[in-house]
């Protein structure tokens, strides 16, 4: 972190406190603070750099987007907490801050929008081309974790390929997805194989429509690197679990999952353990992570 007065000579340039206040709040992309601030993407850009050589932002390739955030701050002392007052306090004296605000909540909801799109348009061709880090070899380690019978949720559903293998030996299968196509292509499906046991609900994964201690194993397989805010989704599949129950996650390496471990602990899991379960040999040899806790 930038020394305290290299610091407030960052502040002193509206523009950069500007980013500091929205990277604050959210991860955010180049384009998307583009289109929050009304500014080129040269000029962001500049800003951004400058944060950045001043360890005050850090960035994280997420397939082709980067999104820049925040550097943490783990030292708590009188300094910072004065430096951080003195940002609130010109945040609210900037004419500004009210509107980007709101700007954000815009562009996140276009981003909710657009991977729901995404997977309206996939429903019914997943497994028929080749999709990164959904291959049998990561799913079976998803079974290890199986013990029947169990009352199981799959969030991030998608069709359900892995609900339905689940719902052949569980006692309850609830499979939650934010796509309506894909809950009514799953549901379909479910009753053409005659599974009663297995329900598809449409809804977020960071609030499940699923009541809380009610569930043995929670799964997150492919699912986590799409939601705005990990965290709270691996915090309400905590909260949906009964006492004992497992989370268990399938992901791809990049991503947030350098922080798997951390997420886990601070939501309350024991019994962790993160590990890279299988390495695709075709380009661009995509990582699967695995990682399980009890709650």
């Not at 340039?13 to 990277?23: E, F, K, S």
């Not at 940002?87 to 909801?109: H, V």
């Not at 729901?116 to 799913?139: H, I, N, T, V």
Request: charged share 25%; glycine share 6%.
């Amino acid at each position: 972190m930038a020394s305290t007065l290299n610091f407030l000579r960052l502040l002193a340039d509206p523009t950069r406190l500007r980013l500091m206040l929205l990277l604050e709040q959210e991860e955010l992309s180049v384009a998307e603070l583009q289109e929050i601030l009304g500014m080129g993407q040269s000029r962001i850009s500049s800003h951004l750099a400058q944060l950045k050589r001043a360890r005050v932002v850090q960035d994280r390739r997420a397939g082709k987007n980067v999104y820049y955030g925040l550097t943490t701050v783990r030292e708590r002392n009188s300094t910072r907490a004065k430096v951080n007052e003195l940002t609130r306090t010109l945040a609210r004296e900037m004419p500004e801050t009210s509107r980007d605000r709101i700007s954000l909540k815009l562009i996140l909801r276009k981003r909710r929008d657009k991977a729901r799109e995404y997977f309206d348009q996939l429903a019914g061709k997943f497994g028929r081309s080749y999709c990164p880090g959904r291959s049998w070899q990561a799913l079976a380690h998803t079974m290890i974790a199986l013990l029947p019978p169990l009352s199981v949720a799959d969030l991030g559903a998608g069709e359900g390929t892995l609900s339905q293998l689940l719902a052949k030996t569980a006692r309850k299968v609830i499979a939650v997805d934010n796509s309506p196509k894909m809950v009514e292509f799953g549901s379909r499906l479910a009753k053409q194989h005659g599974f009663k046991n297995l329900e598809y609900r449409l809804g977020d994964i960071e609030e499940p429509p699923i009541a809380k201690n009610s569930v043995d194993l929670a799964i997150l397989s492919q699912a986590l690197h799409h939601t705005i805010h990990p965290q709270q989704a691996i915090a309400s599949a905590h909260l949906i679990l009964k006492r004992g129950g497992r989370l268990v996650i399938l992901d791809l390496l990049s991503h947030r999952f350098e922080r798997a471990r951390e997420l886990y602990e601070k939501n309350g899991f024991r019994e962790i353990e993160v590990n890279v379960v299988a390495r695709e040999k075709q380009s661009p040899h995509f990582q699967t992570v695995f990682a399980t806790g009890v709650k």
